[in-house]
């Protein structure tokens, strides 16, 4: 089946700096990908569509200069959390359509000290 | 912004009982899809059932969904503590390639 590889799973910071997360499609080209922030038991909430060749979509409230998406390739979408505070840590997982239903990366536990 | 609500939020089961999961959402659909995540991990896709159909089967999982109200269920019958995780519904507006909105999720806790 689909398969979304999500890069890094787990990554400690310090404030300031910046981290950027890869999600790759394996085995189709995904024109379309889509970027979730997570909560501790909480649900998912869509951050941002990333589409291939053009600009992202930002939902209401997404900085999207905090929060840069590239999509240069049909298989490799990347959000880079820029200037990265406390208050960014969160589960981050992209997603890829596949038909009506959607693959999911295993995330990327971000932890900002 | 969440549009579907999922009760109950936590659901504490014997093996053997089954566990029966409800989602509610407020827009109209193209589709419903049901998703489990382990603690840490990401989503897996488990069942999707388009708005003209009323109920499906995956092995020992159910689906319904009734358009009138605005809802589903998710029945897994005879559990196992495998089947611990996390259940989200998530909707579809449109066919392929429209964003999902999800439920708030059930916790489910199957005990040996």
């Known amino acids: 089946g689909a398969v979304v590889s999500q890069h890094p799973s787990r990554v400690i910071c310090k404030s300031g700096t910046s981290v950027k997360i890869e999600c790759r499609s394996l085995d189709f080209q995904a024109t379309t990908m889509f970027w979730y922030r997570q909560f501790p038991k909480q649900s998912l909430m869509l951050m941002a569509t990333?589409?291939?060749?053009?600009?992202?979509?930002?939902e209401q409230g997404v900085e999207k200069d905090k929060f840069l998406i590239n999509h240069a390739s049909l298989t490799l979408s990347t959000l880079t959390v820029t200037s990265a505070h406390p208050e960014d840590s969160s589960f981050y997982i992209c997603?890829?359509?596949?038909?009506?239903?959607?693959?999911f990366g295993s995330g990327t536990r971000l932890t900002v000290v | 912004s969440q549009q579907g609500e999922e009760d109950p939020q936590a659901l504490s089961i014997q093996e053997g009982e089954n566990a029966t999961m409800n989602c509610s959402y407020k827009?109209?659909?193209?589709?419903l899809q049901w998703y489990r995540q382990n603690s840490g991990r990401g989503l897996v896709h488990l069942i999707l059932?388009?708005?003209?159909?009323r109920e499906k089967h995956s092995g020992r999982l159910r689906v319904t969904l009734d358009t009138s109200k605005k809802s589903s269920s998710l029945l897994i019958t005879a559990s196992r503590a495998a089947d611990t995780a996390s259940y989200f519904c998530a909707t579809a507006r449109e066919t392929s390639g429209s964003r999902l909105t999800f439920g708030e999720g059930t916790q489910l806790t199957v005990n040996p």
């Open positions: 827009t109209s659909i193209n589709n």
């Open positions: 059932i388009r708005s003209n159909e």
């Open positions: 990333s589409n291939e060749g053009s600009k992202a979509t930002y």
């Open positions: 997603s890829a359509g596949q038909g009506l239903s959607y693959t």
